[in-house]
């Protein structure tokens, strides 16, 4: 994972020494039904330096987030692969799928992130829906036959990451309007 934090810009949106993080997540998760609030702080909080970022570095860090699960998810995905005979065919060919889904969605966040720190904030925010719709097909793939998706846990997380920082970018194109 890398960590690159925008220049600073003023932000009203933040409380001058005030929790961001917790301000942030409670933002997000009250203005989407989808979004966890405890997941959503639990994540920010996992990484050191989002103590002492602005709005845009959270942003940063929720891509960066999940651009580190869609590509530990890539490698599970080939483990789950190599490993797979504990799978019926359906499961193999769904895990093919979310393994092309998912390499795709590695390439469309590091779009997403230097859409981002070239403060391009549609573009960053059309590539992290793509990203979404991804991750989305990959779930739905299973969702065919009964049983659970041996990918439930990343795609949730990868989804939840994303929704962050979706709601992030909403927050600075409405902040610095």
Known sequence: MFLVIPREKS??????????IDQTCKTCADRSATTNYDFCLASLQAVPVSQATNLQGLGLIAMELALAN????VSRTKELLINGTAFDPFVLDCL?????L?????MTLLDSVGAFLSEH?????MSLSAAMEAVATCEEGFAEKR???PLAKENYDHLQLCNVALCIIHLLTHVSS
Do not use: K, R
């Not at 869609?70 to 998810?73: E, N």
């Not at 998912?102 to 590695?106: C, P, S």
């Not at 904030?121 to 925010?125: G, K």
């Open 96 to 100: 093919e799928d979310c393994l092309g």
């Open 70 to 73: 869609a590509a530990d998810t």
């Open 147 to 149: 049983g659970v998706s």
């Open 11 to 20: 932000s009203n949106y933040a409380a001058a020494s005030g929790d961001i």
């Open 102 to 106: 998912y390499l795709g969605t590695v």
């Open 121 to 125: 904030y549609l573009n960053a925010q």
